[in-house]
């Protein structure tokens, strides 16, 4: 069936540095991918998105490529904020858009 | 603000009871989802309803139920309720349900059961 896997947090970095976040896939033929957000006592947002193969999302200085001969969707950043700590959540919705499948969420923190 | 209402923001009720949440999509969306999200299950997907009719159901439990009015609101009735339903119930809305399109999430409904 399909599902999302996706890295173990909590994640704490200093103001500046690079970040990825790790976010790998199950699923039959080409399910559409996206990142969320989650802020202290907030719902989610939608971050980034990508639809098809080799398709970049990006928002706010955040990238995400689909990488399907990997299934992966991996979440960048060159220069991380204070202003960036959230849960960050990986999502699949599949062909039907019929079924939604969330990673476990990754808990960033950025120190000043 | 995602445009998505949700009430009531805190719910607080004993082991056995009925409680219904409520939520108002985006004007103009026709899709709602339901989620819950629990500390030790994560964000789990529980049902999709389309212009009033049911469309696709995920982990819901057979207590558990939804439905969607004309007006396009939709409320999730959970019933004889358990310690483990404690969490955080979103609903999420979008436009017409597409595997494509953004779901904006409501503010969430925390239900605390004791």
């Known amino acids: 069936g399909n599902s999302v896997t996706q890295m173990e947090g909590p994640v704490t970095l200093s103001e500046e540095a690079f970040l990825t976040i790790n976010c790998t896939y199950t699923?039959?033929?080409?399910?559409?991918l996206f990142w969320y957000v989650q802020y202290p006592g907030e719902g989610l947002q939608l971050l980034l998105k990508?639809?098809?193969?080799?398709d970049k999302g990006s928002n706010k200085g955040f990238e995400a490529t689909y990488r399907k001969e990997t299934t992966s969707f991996h979440l960048e950043k060159g220069s991380v904020q204070v202003s960036d700590s959230a849960v960050y959540f990986c999502?699949?919705?599949?062909?039907?858009?019929?079924?939604?499948?969330f990673g476990t969420g990754t808990s960033l923190t950025v120190i000043p | 603000d995602s445009g998505v209402t949700q009430t009531p923001k805190h719910l607080i009720t004993a082991t056995g009871q009925r409680v219904t949440l409520r939520c108002s999509p985006r004007?103009?969306?026709?899709?709602v989802y339901w989620y819950q999200q629990s500390l030790d299950q994560g964000l789990q997907f529980l049902i999709q309803?389309?212009?009033?009719?049911?469309?696709a159901k995920g982990n819901i439990l057979e207590r558990f139920s939804a439905q969607q009015f004309p007006d396009l609101h939709s409320e999730l009735n959970l019933s004889s309720l358990e310690l483990g339903d404690s969490a955080l119930y979103f609903c999420?809305?979008?436009?017409?349900?597409?595997?494509?399109?953004?779901?904006?999430f409501g503010p969430g409904t925390r239900l605390l059961v004791l």
């Open positions: 990508a639809t098809k193969a080799d």
């Open positions: 004007s103009g969306d026709l899709s």
């Open positions: 699923a039959t033929g080409y399910p559409s």
């Open positions: 999420a809305s979008s436009a017409r349900g597409g595997s494509q399109e953004t779901q904006y």
């Open positions: 309803y389309y212009n009033g009719e049911e469309r």
């Open positions: 999502a699949l919705s599949d062909l039907t858009g019929n079924q939604f499948y």
